[in-house]
């Protein structure tokens, strides 16, 4: 999927979003509630829940090459093909919408990608990508259950590319401060706790949610900006 051609309405669990750039927030876009704003933790909650899907696929996808009901190079095609509906979903939400999406915010997507892919690389410094996951998983490194658990890890980093929109249009729109503020029922891990106790800080010192941190999103963790209801 080229990624300009990923649609400014964005379907999710509910009502269709829709994004109003007059006051930078998402709208109900049909049904009953047409109109009516949504908040930013609605959004970021049904973000959230689209990821969730995306894990149950790739779990799915995983069990296929565990059973031999696809091949390996099937499976790497359909987790890239996931991966990348995965980044561009979650950046276009973060942006608030397609319309919103500069070329540099295109180009930070297709950054992200490649390292889910191929280029990245965890804090021991070993190589985390779909195409390392594969070769492992043909050396006999991997077990079944180890390959779903990983790619539930390709799912959650979905959160990078939202944070990190969110986090460039927020900037574009003025605001100068924000927090990093911890879930009720997150995974918190040491970096994200460090994080969050540094109260308000300015924007350019904010890391993005699942960025430089153990628990790559499993936090739950939502920014908060100084002038953005």
Same mark, same amino acid.
């Given at each position: 999927m080229p990624l300009s051609t990923f649609p400014n309405t964005l379907h999710l669990d509910t009502d269709d979003f829709?994004?109003?750039? !007059?006051?930078?927030r998402f709208r109900v876009a049909a049904g009953a509630g047409k109109g009516s704003f949504i908040s930013r933790a609605a959004v970021l909650n049904q973000t959230r829940l689209y990821l969730d899907r995306q894990k149950v696929e790739l779990g799915a996808l995983g069990d296929r090459l565990s059973t031999r009901s696809i091949t390996l190079s099937e499976f790497q095609r359909e987790a890239g093909n996931?991966?990348?509906?995965?980044?561009?979903?979650?950046?276009?939400?973060? !942006?608030g919408g397609r319309d919103k999406m500069t070329q540099s915010d295109w180009d930070k997507v297709q950054e992200t990608i490649k390292r889910q892919l191929y280029k990245g690389r965890g804090e021991d410094g070993k190589p985390f990508g779909i195409k390392h996951l594969a070769a492992e998983w043909k050396a006999?490194?991997?077990?079944?259950?180890?390959l779903k658990a990983r790619l539930g890890l390709y799912a959650q980093s979905g959160v990078i590319s939202y944070s990190t929109a969110e986090l460039n249009e927020a900037k574009k729109r003025g605001v100068k401060r924000g927090k990093r503020v911890l879930a009720i029922g997150g995974d918190h891990c040491s970096e994200c706790i460090t994080y969050a106790a540094r109260g308000v800080v300015n924007l350019s010192d904010i890391i993005p949610i699942g960025v430089a941190c153990s628990c790559r999103g499993n936090c739950?963790?939502?920014i908060e900006f100084e002038n953005i209801a």
């Open positions: 829709s994004f109003d750039p !007059k006051s930078g996931n991966l990348r509906r995965i980044h561009i979903a979650s950046a276009v939400l973060g !942006k006999g490194k991997v077990s079944p259950a180890q739950l963790c939502v």
